[in-house]
């Protein structure tokens, strides 16, 4: 495996877990707007 590889799946693998973020923070806000206030 060269260098050029590694960097590679770690910038893919990055970018993945951002995104996987992004889309938790995204539910969790739904979430609580969905809820009922109270």
């Known amino acids: 495996m060269t260098n050029t590889n590694k ?8 970018s993945g877990y ?3 973020f ?3 923070a995204l539910l969790k806000k739904a ?3 969905g809820r009922p206030c109270g």
């Open 7 to 14: 960097k590679l799946i770690l910038v893919t693998g990055g």
């Open 31 to 33: 979430i609580e707007y």
């Open 22 to 24: 992004i889309m938790i």
């Open 18 to 20: 951002i995104a996987m």
